[in-house]
């Protein structure tokens, strides 16, 4: 009877331990999907920042609900939350965080990012 009770017992160990892995796997890929995002919205806004034509606008959408964005002119960075991509235009530097909707235009060579 103590051999029943403790094959149940170690089987219940077992599943608790593997469900456990499987939600610490899944929270790594969740994590680092969400990390991906933001490199991608920052290759975006790079890409859109190099190729807007001098007295022309874009705008666009963030698909991110939380981010802080930085972009630096001394260093010609973009920079949201850790994920950081260069450009080799000339641009202000702002700060923006949880923006929708960022309007990028080119005045007289110079680029600005601003909220819409």
Do not use: C, H
Not at 78 to 87: M, N, S, Y
Request: hydrophobic share 45%; net charge neutral.
């Amino acid at each position: 009877m103590i051999d029943w009770f403790a094959s149940k017992i170690s089987m219940l160990i077992f599943v608790a331990v593997a469900l456990s892995l499987l939600l610490l796997f899944l929270g790594t890929q969740l994590s680092a999907f969400e990390f991906e995002k933001k490199v991608r919205t920052a290759e975006d806004i790079v890409q859109l920042i190099d190729t807007v034509p001098i007295g022309g606008a874009i705008d666009y959408e963030v698909k991110i609900d939380r981010y802080n964005m930085t972009i630096d002119s001394n260093s010609k960075t973009v920079t949201i939350d850790g994920a950081v991509r260069k450009f080799f235009a000339s641009a202000d530097s702002i700060n923006i965080s949880n923006a929708k909707t960022l309007e990028i235009k080119n005045s007289n060579g110079v680029v600005s990012v601003s909220t819409k």
